[in-house]
C-alpha cells in the first residue's frame, strides 16, 4: 500500500498537462513550450488529429483568436489556446494588422509580406510600429483572453536570419537587433507573444489549471 502511495505522488509530481495550441506552425509551438516550461506539454493540431484550415473570418485579433480556440475546444474536447498576432505600422493606419499573415495575398508569404510592406514605407520618415498577440484559452467552461504588445520601428530592409514573419524587418524599441538577429530566449525576454503568454502562465499557476 505505501509502495502503491509512493509511485502514485511521484506520477502527480510529474504529471503534466496537455493543452493544445491551436497552430502547427513549428516556430510558433517551440516558442510557446520554451516559456510555458516543463508543467504544461504543448500540443500541435496535428497531435490532436485536426488537419482542416481553422477557421479565422473575424475583423480582429481578439475575435480571431476566439473563433480558432472554440473551433478546436468544441470538436476535439481538449484545453486549447489560439493566438492571433498582427503587425500594426502607424504610418499605414494600422495595417496589415489582423491582416499581416495574408497582407500580400493568398497564399500567406513572408517574403511577398515583407516586400510589400517595405515598398508602402519607402521614403516614410515615420516607421513607428507594434507587434499586438491577443491569446484565448478554453478549459472547463472558462474563456480567458491575454494581451501582449512591443514597440519599435520597421527597418529599411531584412537584418537577420532567424524567427519568422516579420521579424527581419521588426527592430524593438531600445534594441540595436532586429528579432531576427535575436536567439530565441532574447527575443522571448521581450516578444509580444512573451507577455501574452506569461499573463496566461500567471493565470494558470493562480487558478491551479491542472
Request: charge should be neutral.
Amino acid at each position: 500500500m505505501i509502495l502503491a502511495l509512493f509511485f502514485m505522488a511521484n506520477f502527480l509530481f510529474f504529471y503534466t498537462m496537455d493543452i493544445c495550441f491551436a497552430t502547427n506552425n513549428e516556430n510558433k509551438l517551440k516558442e510557446v513550450q520554451w516559456l510555458l516550461g516543463e508543467d504544461y506539454r504543448v500540443v500541435s493540431l496535428k497531435e490532436v488529429g485536426c488537419m482542416e484550415e481553422l477557421p479565422e473570418t473575424q475583423k480582429t485579433l481578439e475575435g480571431n483568436s476566439l473563433q480558432k480556440a472554440e473551433y478546436v475546444y468544441q470538436k476535439y474536447n481538449i484545453p486549447c489556446f489560439a493566438d492571433d498576432t498582427g503587425l500594426e505600422v502607424v504610418a499605414l493606419d494600422g495595417k496589415p494588422g489582423v491582416y499581416s499573415a495574408r497582407f500580400a495575398g493568398e497564399p500567406p508569404d513572408n517574403e511577398a509580406n515583407m516586400a510589400l510592406l517595405l515598398k508602402m514605407l519607402k521614403g516614410e520618415k515615420n516607421r513607428n510600429a507594434q507587434f499586438r498577440t491577443v491569446i484565448t484559452f478554453l478549459e472547463n467552461g472558462r474563456r480567458r483572453q491575454f494581451e501582449g504588445f512591443v514597440k519599435g520601428t520597421i527597418l529599411e530592409q531584412k537584418q537577420g536570419d532567424e524567427g519568422f514573419g516579420y521579424d527581419p524587418v521588426f527592430k524593438p524599441s531600445g534594441h540595436s537587433k532586429s528579432f531576427a538577429q535575436m536567439s530565441l530566449q532574447e527575443k522571448n525576454e521581450i516578444s509580444h507573444r512573451a507577455i501574452a503568454i506569461r499573463k496566461f502562465v500567471e493565470y494558470l499557476r493562480k487558478h491551479q489549471v491542472k
